[in-house]
């Protein structure tokens, strides 16, 4: 893959240097010219014969000026009359169309929290539901600056007017970026991804007006384009026995918006605070409805010509530093930008998020029609702010010149689970929200069943009317940890990482903060004799793919280890010192599993076989850590935490029922996971890959080695949750206890 190769320019005097460092990291590399005074490009074959000889004159001399011409098409909006349609109905039909459906089986096939600094992800809540508008990470391990990303995409309204899509593409991706603490929009960049049929009917016209739309929006809002690509040849071409056929896609832009944030805390989710309180809608456009290529036109097949737009430039810039205001003066409690299916999907998406009720006002809507006000999809946002502080907002509002372009729609309503809009004559919707979201996630749940482990699939959705929450609980002998472990002796620990491996930094930096010295080992380092496991007090095996999983999850990690003699010693020595540690987590639990024959009393260690789901999981799941001897684990008996897994192979299978038996008696299971019960998980996804008892982890006999699949080291830091409850306010997380117990241990 080119895109999997890097060329660099290096002094002469550093090549030595880089050889050295590509060696340590199995990086293969290799020497291919040099820069000259030569003006030119050369090439030469192996007998030293020019193949190519090029003079810069004849490289960048300038192109002949590019003419082209292209047709469009102007056509004025004219307003359809729709067919009477049940407001009921088509919320049932939008929330099933796959760009407004939920995206379980998409985002949980994805690694979200490696490097530990993953502060924002797409799961929402205690229910963990993919509603979040923007991404947010953690810079570094210790503060709390970092960065924001959001995305924006309207390919279907370009199909009518393409410089409306782009801008509201934009627009799209600002307005999902507002739920992060950003401090303006001069600190925004955005990044252009261009799609296109370039040479078709057209369509070079629509590139155009859509470039140049972006332009006077960009130069209008002060935003940069510092960053893109594009796709013009977005057509297939083919022919059978019916003849010649093609197909070619409209216009597409797909924007990303990214900000620096000086404090990621703060950040808005639709998750709804489970209070009494009031919806204010915030419509920087204003009170327009229009219809075309919205979510509802498409599931009814009607081409509405008149589409979403962004107007009013100078209102979006105002709604930017007004949400700022707002979060400043912590009046806001939840955030939901308006998009795909319109008002109403956003409010169904927050009671999804929360599991508190919904109530819609349409008459807070004025005279405006019921279809239009729930399902166009125009630029809106959806704020949540207690009774007390609605005057104070809609004073915010007022001075930032949107008083008219916001109204108080509703509240939630914590008393129920039911999404209700209110017309003059009643309700016109009144539905449970375990209704909506089965059909939610129904497309969802067919392609899981396509794809993986129709039964596991089945076990998710049946869940959806009783789902458990997550939720924390830890022993009263553990106090939160609000500052890093400060000591006068810090421990060595080596960090072992082999080829393929990515979640070292975050085990180095729990295992810092707990008060130890982190050394990065690689194992070249061991195999070279650069390094020896004799030095440290504890050895930390990482996750990640070593090798790539092609030989087995982690088993070519540990045949290097076990067919190389002198490493095999070194390993066994460490495993048989009475004053050592170790961990390994995730890739490093599989890895360390294979050691068995060195591990004392390890011949009758479990193995990690393929997930039930036959998929790579990437959730947030419940764990409990039971009573066990552990150096890692002891202290945290009893606890229940929420801890993030990503794997593919990661079920415990043990030689017999004795063996498992075995490691139940003596105390050698170190984490579970559970069920909303607190009960050892047996259905999917509470037990994510399908292991025995719901066993998460096992520890040795002795109490000083322990292998767990899910990562407690992603998750040492508060910040770095997808969802922990607000009385947690430490800087460090729960699982942050299982390294200052390991510092503890070794005195």
């Known amino acids: 893959e080119s895109q999997e190769r890097y060329v660099l320019v290096l002094e002469p005097s550093s090549v030595e240097l880089f050889g050295e460092i590509a060696a340590r990291e199995g990086c293969p590399w290799a020497v291919v010219g040099e820069a000259t005074a030569q003006a030119g490009i050369r090439v030469v074959d192996e007998a030293g014969e020019p193949v190519v000889d090029l003079p810069n004159a004849l490289l960048f001399a300038d192109p002949?000026?590019?003419?082209?011409?292209?047709?469009?098409?102007?056509s004025t909006p004219t307003s359809i009359d729709w067919p009477a349609i049940d407001p009921g109905d088509a919320l049932k039909r939008v929330l099933a169309l796959p760009s407004v459906a939920a995206k379980h089986f998409l985002i949980t096939i994805g690694d979200r929290s490696v490097t530990g600094q993953i502060h924002r992800d797409p799961m929402v809540g205690p229910w963990q539901v993919p509603v979040a508008d923007c991404a947010i990470t953690l810079a570094d391990y210790d503060g709390v600056a970092g960065e924001a990303m959001a995305v924006g995409e309207r390919p279907a309204i370009a199909i009518h007017h393409p410089a409306a899509s782009v801008r509201v593409a934009i627009g799209e991706a600002l307005t999902n970026l507002l739920s992060a603490p950003i401090a303006g929009l001069d600190r925004v960049k955005l990044s252009a991804n261009w799609m296109a049929a370039c040479g078709e009917l057209r369509e070079d016209s629509a590139l155009y007006s859509g470039v140049h739309a972006v332009s006077e929006m960009c130069r209008a809002l002060s935003l940069a384009i510092p960053v893109g690509k594009d796709s013009l040849s977005m057509r297939v071409k083919w022919d059978d026995e019916s003849g010649a056929h093609e197909v070619h896609s409209p216009l597409s832009l797909v924007v990303t918006a990214f900000t620096a944030l000086d404090d990621v805390r703060g950040n808005l989710t639709p998750q709804l605070a489970a209070d009494d309180a009031l919806l204010l809608l915030?419509?920087?456009?204003?009170?327009?409805?229009?219809?075309?290529?919205?979510?509802?036109?498409?599931?009814?097949?009607?081409?509405?010509?008149?589409?979403?737009?962004?107007?009013?430039?100078?209102?979006?810039?105002?709604?930017?530093?007004?949400?700022?205001?707002?979060?400043?003066?912590?009046?806001?409690?939840?955030?939901?930008?308006?998009?795909?299916?319109?008002?109403?999907?956003?409010?169904?998406?927050?009671?999804?998020?929360?599991?508190?009720?919904?109530?819609?006002?349409?008459?807070?809507?004025?005279?405006?029609?019921?279809?239009?006000?729930?399902?166009?999809?125009?630029?809106?946002?959806?704020?949540?702010?207690?009774?007390?502080?609605?005057?104070?907002?809609?004073?915010?509002?007022?001075?930032?010149?949107?008083?008219?372009?916001?109204?108080?729609?509703?509240?939630?309503?914590?008393?129920?689970?039911?999404?209700?809009?209110?017309?003059?004559?009643?309700?016109?919707?009144?539905?449970?929200?375990?209704?909506?979201?089965?059909?939610?996630?129904?497309?969802?749940?067919?392609?899981?069943?396509?794809?993986?482990?129709?039964a596991c699939a089945d076990e998710e959705y049946a869940d959806l009317d009783d789902s458990p929450a997550l939720r924390l609980t830890m022993p009263e002998s553990v106090e939160m940890h609000h500052h890093a472990v400060i000591v006068d002796r810090r421990p060595p620990a080596a960090i072992l990482r082999e080829q393929g491996v990515n979640s070292q930094y975050e085990m180095a930096a729990a295992f810092d903060a707990a008060g130890f010295r982190a050394v990065d080992v690689t194992m070249s380092d061991l195999?070279?004799?650069?390094?020896?496991?004799?030095?440290?007090?504890?050895?930390?095996?990482?996750?990640?793919?070593?090798?790539?999983?092609?030989?087995?999850?982690?088993?070519?990690?540990?045949?290097?280890?076990?067919?190389?003699?002198?490493?095999?010693?070194?390993?066994?020595?460490?495993?048989?010192?009475?004053?050592?540690?170790?961990?390994?987590?995730?890739?490093?639990?599989?890895?360390?599993?294979?050691?068995?024959?060195?591990?004392?009393?390890?011949?009758?260690?479990?193995?990690?076989?393929?997930?039930?789901?036959?998929?790579?999981?990437?959730?947030?799941?419940?764990?409990?850590?039971?009573?066990?001897?552990?150096?890692?684990?002891?202290?945290?008996?009893?606890?229940?935490?929420?801890?993030?897994?990503?794997?593919?192979?990661?079920?415990?299978?043990?030689?017999?029922?004795?063996?498992?038996?075995?490691?139940?008696?003596?105390?050698?299971?170190?984490?579970?996971?559970?069920?909303?019960?607190?009960?050892?998980?047996?259905?999917?996804?509470?037990?994510?890959?399908?292991?025995?008892?719901?066993?998460?982890?096992?520890?040795?006999?002795?109490?000083?080695?322990?292998?767990?699949?899910?990562?407690?080291?992603?998750?040492?830091?508060?910040?770095?949750?997808?969802?922990?409850?607000?009385?947690?306010d430490a800087p460090y997380g729960p699982w942050f206890e299982l390294f200052v117990s390991a510092r503890r241990t070794l005195g």
């Not at 002949?64 to 098409?73: C, N, W, Y």
């Not at 009814?300 to 205001?325: H, S, W």
């Open 64 to 74: 002949p000026p590019l003419e082209k011409v292209a047709e469009s098409s102007q």
């Open 282 to 454: 915030v419509e920087p456009d204003g009170a327009r409805d229009p219809l075309g290529a919205t979510a509802l036109a498409q599931v009814y097949g009607i081409a509405d010509p008149e589409t979403a737009d962004v107007r009013d430039l100078p209102a979006l810039r105002r709604l930017v530093d007004a949400v700022a205001e707002l979060r400043h003066e912590g009046l806001l409690l939840a955030a939901h930008d308006r998009s795909d299916g319109g008002l109403i999907v956003t409010l169904a998406e927050m009671l999804f998020a929360s599991r508190v009720g919904v109530e819609l006002e349409l008459e807070s809507l004025g005279e405006r029609d019921a279809l239009g006000a729930l399902f166009s999809e125009n630029l809106g946002l959806v704020l949540q702010v207690s009774g007390a502080d609605s005057a104070r907002a809609i004073d915010v509002l007022r001075r930032h010149g949107l008083d008219d372009r916001a109204a108080l729609i509703g509240r939630s309503n914590p008393a129920h689970q039911r999404l209700q809009v209110i017309g003059r004559e009643g309700k016109i919707i009144d539905e449970a929200r375990a209704d909506l979201e089965r059909i939610w996630r129904a497309t969802s749940h067919a392609i899981q069943r396509l794809r993986d482990n129709p």
């Open 527 to 728: 195999f070279d004799g650069r390094d020896d496991l004799a030095e440290y007090s504890l050895l930390a095996a990482c996750g990640g793919f070593s090798f790539g999983d092609v030989l087995g999850a982690g088993l070519g990690w540990a045949s290097g280890i076990l067919h190389q003699p002198r490493v095999r010693e070194m390993f066994e020595a460490f495993f048989a010192r009475s004053d050592t540690l170790a961990l390994g987590i995730c890739n490093g639990c599989q890895m360390m599993s294979a050691l068995n024959p060195l591990l004392p009393h390890g011949e009758r260690w479990p193995k990690l076989l393929r997930n039930r789901s036959e998929q790579y999981e990437g959730r947030v799941v419940q764990a409990s850590v039971p009573p066990n001897d552990n150096a890692f684990f002891q202290s945290l008996t009893g606890a229940e935490i929420p801890i993030s897994v990503a794997h593919g192979e990661g079920r415990f299978v043990f030689p017999d029922d004795q063996a498992l038996q075995a490691f139940e008696n003596g105390r050698q299971i170190v984490m579970r996971y559970v069920d909303g019960e607190g009960r050892p998980a047996t259905r999917y996804p509470q037990n994510p890959n399908g292991s025995p008892n719901g066993i998460a982890g096992v520890g040795s006999a002795n109490g000083r080695v322990a292998v767990v699949m899910p990562h407690p080291e992603r998750n040492h830091r508060t910040l770095a949750n997808s969802w922990l409850p607000g009385h947690w």
